[in-house]
């Protein structure tokens, strides 16, 4: 693992922005599977690193805006370009997941509204074949959960590959109660 990257994931602050003014190319370094710094702090509980990083960064990208809950940066990243909302993240997430793992629902309501397609399934490594809505459940984010119903998410998706449903999901979380009242109420839902 590169040394940005132990940094970050033995929480490290100092040395992770020392690191970085030193050499701003690993801005743009990438772990194994595609991960950016800002995005692997995150993914490591690391939020003040992440953020720190985001800020100082001379160039941010669409899934570290939408992942930070940075909606104004999400807007002018796709106003660039609006193909970018159904792109995958180099380790297999579209910002729509991102936004419905992170809890970010007016980030999730622009995407949807900018065209994000409810029912593209990640390439991640880590889990592959989910829609936003199995991020959404997997994490507890019942408001996310409730906009991607309303907007058409499919409740009766499954994650490939083991064919789990969005109920197994929420079943195997606690405190998912509400968010298992939500898929149950959604008709036509197959258990």
Do not use: C
């Amino acid at each position: 693992m590169q040394e940005i990257f132990q940094a970050i994931a033995s929480g490290q602050k100092a040395k992770v922005i020392g690191l970085l003014k030193r050499d701003p190319n690993l801005f743009q370094s990438l772990t194994e599977e595609g991960i950016t710094p800002v995005l692997f702090s995150l993914y490591y509980g690391k939020l003040d690193i992440s953020k720190e990083i985001y800020e100082i960064s001379p160039s941010r990208n669409l899934f570290e805006a939408v992942a930070l809950g940075d909606l104004e940066e999400t807007k002018r990243l796709i106003s660039k370009s609006t193909d970018v909302v159904n792109f995958l993240s180099a380790d297999g997430w579209s910002a729509l997941h991102l936004a419905s793992y992170f809890g970010h629902l007016e980030i999730a309501k622009f995407l949807i509204f900018s065209g994000a397609d409810l029912s593209l399934t990640s390439k991640s490594k880590l889990s592959y074949g989910n829609t936003a809505l199995h991020s959404a459940v997997a994490t507890g984010k019942k408001e996310v959960v409730e906009l991607l119903l309303e907007k058409g998410a499919d409740s009766n998706s499954l994650q490939n590959p083991g064919e789990i449903t969005l109920l197994h999901i929420a079943a195997s979380r606690s405190g998912s109660v509400d968010i298992i009242r939500l898929l149950l109420k959604k008709e036509r839902i197959k258990s």
